[in-house]
């Protein structure tokens, strides 16, 4: 992965020349593509002087360079829901972004396959999400399904032309580099540690020195809580990380993949479920699982660090989620463990599948990604994007504001959630296209 653009950018860890602390309008705590929106949104908005801080050596190193590339419609989620407002104006704007900048993507639809009956329901309940939302969205039988993708086996499904793909991660750098342009101080290889809230500033504790900020916003994704909770504020939720594992599809039955295939999700687990993409590079991949990682950023098995991993299985919230839905974790962690058991469940959709036709992703990045999921101490999942600003000691003075819950369709929504961030910062009504 390419580091981060180094023009305008603190040197790693810290500065050669010691000096006073570096003061800015605004800092922003994390690299992944919503730090790179919320710079992006606060420079639109006329702030001068703002700086970005990630603990990664590159920009980008977790959430965003580790998923499926999908640009979401915004077909599933709750009307009037913060995802299904960013991610309906996140997905036109992805696609025209990349547009302009010359950057890989692709409008290439997607088919929701109905594999049985009993999904007739829940599939009707995403129609009517959809529609809710402006997703355009057509009903298709069993025949409309073949003639959409032709190796899928459905009773129905539904087709989502406004889906695509893309590359996050080379979207990140792009908006990094026209934000170094623009006088944005980016630095790498830096971790905050914690954020003290004074009178007139912000204290931006780091393990290279200290900076001060008029404002702040914490985008740390899979240490998020952790920042909240180091700085005095209770974020009332906990990072519980899952890791979900990809596999390259191969052969015939990837052949004949031509755009993304979904399950229709069943509400009584959390996730979306095994899906088929056709990427940008045109090779096909399956996936994810969603199993416990070891570790924040616990990428496989082997990676493991006790006392994270304490701190997850003794959490009320966690303790509460598994015990409603360990049957569905022990499913999980079978196709972790067993290609055979991942294929069992990509056959569903394309009938067919074995062992011998899934592979270890070449690029390793793109094998595995953590999602940083809030999870609330009765054991209900956060469903939607959870923005919390810390304004309780100095109600008139600086603030803190935390992004605690922003998994996927975070990378989609990206853009817009930049503008809504900057615009409760500033107290003003978001409109479509900026703030008022």
């Not at 499926?68 to 309906?88: D, E, F, Q, T, W």
């Not at 979306?272 to 940008?280: D, F, K, N, P, Q």
């Not at 109600?395 to 503008?419: E, F, K, Q, Y």
Request: hydrophobic share 40%; proline share 6%.
């Amino acid at each position: 992965m390419a580091d981060a653009p180094r023009a305008g950018i603190g040197e790693p860890g810290g500065w050669s020349v010691p000096g006073p602390s570096p003061r800015h309008d605004v800092v922003v705590v994390g690299g992944g593509i919503v730090g790179l929106a919320v710079v992006t949104a606060l420079l639109d908005a006329g702030h001068t002087s703002v700086a970005l801080v990630e603990r990664e050596s590159s920009l980008a190193a977790h959430q965003t360079g580790r998923n499926s590339n999908v640009i979401h419609s915004g077909l599933y989620y709750a009307p009037g829901s913060l995802k299904a407002r960013l991610a309906v104006a996140g997905c036109a704007e992805t696609k025209a972004f990349c547009a302009e900048q010359d950057l890989p993507y692709a409008e290439c639809g997607k088919v929701v396959a109905a594999t049985d009956e009993s999904e007739l329901g829940r599939m009707a309940e995403l129609v009517r999400r959809g529609r809710a939302n402006g997703v355009a969205v057509q009903e298709l039988d069993a025949a409309g399904v073949r003639e959409r993708e032709p190796a899928v086996s459905a009773v129905a499904g539904l087709w989502v032309p406004s889906t695509g793909i893309c590359d996050y991660e080379a979207i990140t750098r792009r908006l990094a580099e026209l934000a170094v342009a623009r006088g944005a101080v980016l630095h790498t290889g830096r971790a905050v540690r914690s954020t003290v809230r004074r009178r007139s500033d912000v204290v931006v504790h780091t393990d290279a020195g200290d900076l001060l900020a008029g404002q702040v916003v914490v985008c740390a994704g899979l240490r998020s809580d952790e920042i909240a909770r180091a700085s005095g504020f209770d974020p009332g939720v906990r990072i519980v990380p899952f890791r979900g594992e990809y596999s390259d599809l191969r052969g015939p039955k990837a052949d004949a993949v031509r755009g993304l295939v979904y399950p229709v999700p069943d509400p009584a687990f959390p996730f979306l479920g095994v899906h088929a993409t056709r990427g940008i590079d045109g090779s096909v991949h399956v996936g994810p699982n969603a199993v416990l990682a070891l570790a924040r950023e616990g990428y496989d098995w082997r990676t493991l660090k006790v006392h994270e991993l304490a701190g997850t299985l003794t959490d009320p919230g966690f303790l509460a989620l598994a015990a409603k839905q360990w049957r569905y974790g022990l499913g999980e962690m079978h196709r972790s463990v067993s290609r055979a058991a991942m294929a069992t469940a990509v056959s569903k959709m394309l009938p067919g599948t074995t062992a011998d036709d899934l592979h270890p992703p070449h690029d390793v990045m793109r094998r595995a990604g953590v999602r940083a999921q809030a999870v609330r101490s009765d054991g209900s999942l956060v469903d939607d994007f959870l923005f919390v600003e810390d304004t309780a000691s100095t109600a008139d003075g600086p603030s803190v504001l935390h992004v605690l819950n922003a998994p996927s369709p975070a990378a989609t929504a990206a853009l817009p959630i930049g503008r809504e961030i900057v615009s409760r910062l500033e107290g003003k009504t978001v409109v479509e296209g900026g703030v008022a």
